[in-house]
């Protein structure tokens, strides 16, 4: 099966959600894919995160990990992602099939910029980055709450709900060919039994 997004109505949806809470929000595929984002430029704070390989690796699989705990949970994951930076997670169902993941993030939820720039520095202690321009975008981001964290994870769940109900995503079976060469893909280095 293959799920298909009406990215122009999605769009519009994260951009309320966005306007809502201030949090920036991001659909994925069900294979982990990021397919729309609101706003589309990522946080300050994580474009210098990603100026080093080794971390840019670590967010897409922080992401990766995050849309397999909750599609297990089957319930919103809220977490502290590699960064030290808070992200809330639901999977999109349709029946009993996950077809996406919608997810906030970036969300800098310390009692005190200097806690938070702390647990950060001591994360990111052994990358190559910029450490200065990281602290400045780091006592940027606004202190959030953990109750308006978990305010905005149950609406993050009640938009994966009407996303679904509105008809914004819907599956269809995949062509013969992309199956094929999906299988080809997948196993063309395992050996031939005859």
């Known amino acids: 099966m293959m799920s298909s997004f009406n990215l122009q109505k999605l769009c519009s949806l994260l951009k309320d959600f966005y306007t809502l809470t201030q949090i920036r929000i991001t659909v994925f595929d069900d294979s982990f894919h990021e397919l729309a984002a609101y706003p589309?430029?990522?946080?300050?704070?994580?474009?210098?995160?990603?100026?080093?390989e080794t971390a840019r690796n670590a967010c897409m699989l922080c992401d990766k990990q995050a849309c397999e705990t909750?599609?297990?949970?089957?319930?919103?994951?809220?977490?502290?992602?590699?960064?030290?930076?808070?992200?809330?997670?639901?999977?999109?169902?349709?029946?009993?099939?996950?077809?996406?993941?919608?997810?906030?993030?970036?969300v800098f939820s310390y009692p005190t910029h200097e806690e938070g720039w702390?647990?950060?520095r001591r994360l990111?202690?052994?990358?190559?980055?910029?450490?200065?321009?990281?602290?400045?975008?780091?006592?940027e981001r606004p202190l959030i709450s953990d109750t308006y964290i978990a305010s905005a994870s149950h609406i993050l769940q009640a938009v994966a709900?009407?996303?679904?109900?509105?008809?914004?995503?819907?599956?269809?079976q995949k062509e013969l060919p992309v199956q094929i060469d999906e299988y080809i893909a997948k196993h063309f280095t395992e050996d031939i039994v005859i």
Do not use: W
């Open 40 to 52: 589309d430029q990522i946080a300050a704070f994580c474009q210098i995160i990603r100026t080093d």
């Open 70 to 106: 909750a599609s297990r949970r089957h319930t919103p994951y809220t977490y502290q992602c590699h960064a030290g930076l808070t992200e809330s997670i639901t999977p999109l169902y349709l029946g009993n099939i996950v077809i996406g993941y919608l997810l906030f993030g970036h």
């Open 118 to 120: 702390e647990n950060i």
């Open 124 to 139: 990111y202690a052994s990358y190559h980055l910029d450490m200065d321009a990281l602290q400045k975008a780091a006592y």
């Open 161 to 172: 709900s009407y996303l679904c109900l509105e008809r914004m995503v819907s599956l269809h």
